[in-house]
């Protein structure tokens, strides 16, 4: 049995399966242009109903960003990153002999400190000094006067 020689009836109208076959398949055919056409209808409607924002206050803000970076001078700003850089490394190299002269500074304070107290231990003995040449000298003076006394009691009359 093959589709040509199947017939359908329905109504006492007689349909063979060839044409049975062909209107089937071009009713499917139909019916999917249908729904693509249906569905890209939809998209279609979908797109429309978006709200496009109004682009001018774009334009006006991309303008403005425009001459705020040619007043800054931009184009420049290569040069002036490269000689900020340039300060930067002399900006280290004070500060690497800064830090040399404060580790000088504190080994110099440290003698300061030490000079002080050698000074002070000198005052110190200096004063002990004095005070030990005062007794000398009032030993000195003691002993011509004791000298002198004796003469005087040697000889009387001289």
């Known amino acids: 049995m093959s589709l040509a020689d199947t ?7 007689k ?3 060839i044409y049975i076959a062909i209107v089937l ?3 499917t055919t139909i ?3 249908v729904w693509t056409a249906s569905s890209l209808y939809s998209r279609l409607e979908a797109v429309e109903g978006r709200n496009i924002p109004d682009i001018v206050p ?9 001459t705020q970076l040619k007043d800054n001078n931009v184009a420049q700003l290569q040069g002036k990153l490269a000689e900020l850089g340039t300060n930067l490394v002399l900006i280290k190299d004070q500060y690497e002999k800064m830090s040399a002269f404060k580790t000088e500074i504190a080994e110099l304070d440290k003698q300061v400190t030490e000079m002080q ?7 110190i003995i200096t ?8 007794q000398i000298d009032t030993l000195k003076i003691e002993v011509e006067n004791l000298w002198q006394g004796l003469n005087f009691l040697s000889n009387p009359y001289k």
């Open 25 to 27: 398949s071009l009713a």
């Open 31 to 33: 019916g999917g242009g």
């Open 127 to 134: 004063q002990d000094a004095e005070a030990f040449k005062k």
């Open 58 to 66: 774009l334009e006006e803000q991309i303008t403005l960003i425009e």
């Open 15 to 17: 349909f063979k399966g």
């Open 117 to 123: 107290t050698t000074v002070a231990k000198a005052e």
């Open 7 to 13: 017939e359908l009836s329905i109504g006492g109208v």
